[in-house]
Nanobody, 129 residues
């Protein structure tokens, strides 16, 4: 089973930027890195987990929640098997634990958490006003 390790979280002021990383390792037997959907979710206290952005490692197609379109960018380094989430113009309501998730093959709804079986431990992002 694939393992995911997030990094890059921290504390920034409103308007600032952060880049999160999700290192992917241990691909399932017979399933290459090129056949995953990888997504970033976030969860704030007392709120539901929200899909933020997703990417297909094979074709590179990307998906974004309306709340982050134009501010966040998901990308990948295939050689390093790492998924990045560049977050610009951060606001206090972006404060949350950010988690990386993986699904083998095709996800019908790439930003829905039920599509994903493998999760990382998360990295905290705190934005102050």
């Amino acid at each position: 089973q694939v393992q995911l390790v997030e990094s890059g979280g921290g504390s920034v002021q409103a308007g600032g930027s952060l880049t999160l990383s999700c290192a992917v390792s241990g691909a399932t037997r017979g399933v290459s890195y090129k056949t995953y959907a990888i997504a970033w979710f976030r969860q704030a206290p007392r709120q539901e987990r929200e899909g933020v952005a997703a990417i297909y490692t094979g074709g590179g197609s990307t998906y974004y929640a309306d709340s982050v379109k134009g501010r966040f960018t998901i990308s990948q380094d295939s050689a390093e098997k790492t998924i990045y989430l560049r977050m610009n113009s951060l606001q206090p309501n972006d404060t949350a634990m950010y988690l990386c998730a993986a699904a083998e093959g095709y996800a019908l709804e790439p930003l829905r958490q039920n599509e994903y079986k493998t999760w990382g431990q998360g990295t905290q992002v705190t934005v102050s006003s």
